[in-house]
Nanobody, 121 residues
Framework: QVQLVESGGGLVQPGGSLRLSCAASGNIFRIDAMGWYRQAPGKQRELVAT???????NYADSVKGRFTISRDNAKHTVYLQMNSLKPGDTAVYYCNADLLTAVPIKRNTYWGQGTQVTVSS
């Protein structure tokens, strides 16, 4: 059993900042790519940012220069620092991990439960 638990969402004014965290736990042998996705009301889930185990990163054009993804491999945790937030960033944010379970050794993709981010004055 593997769990991803997100934290750090909330209400923030335009121009403000938030830091999301997502910790993975359970039957984990190795975590490869981790990422953040978001889904706004009435829209499809979209990629925000990803990071490999070697710390290579990829960002959606809409967040480049404002958001920073990072990870702590020892803690099985991925972070998303969000600065200069805009109302258009309002969404439920989900973390994602592509990993190998320990017993049995098997690759699978896991998702967190989501955390709400609301940018409004």
């Amino acid at each position: 059993q593997v769990q991803l638990v997100e934290s750090g969402g909330g209400l923030v004014q335009p121009g403000g900042s938030l830091r999301l965290s997502c910790a993975a736990s359970g039957n984990i042998f190795r975590i490869d790519a981790m990422g953040w996705y978001r889904q706004a009301p009435g829209k499809q889930r979209e990629l925000v940012a990803t990071i490999t185990s070697g710390y290579s990163t990829n960002y959606a054009d809409s967040v480049k220069g404002r958001f920073t993804i990072s990870r702590d491999n020892a803690k099985h945790t991925v972070y998303l620092q969000m600065n200069s937030l805009k109302p258009g960033d309002t969404a439920v944010y989900y973390c994602n991990a592509d990993l190998l379970t320990a017993v049995p050794i098997k690759r699978n993709t896991y998702w967190g439960q989501g955390t709400q981010v609301t940018v409004s004055s």
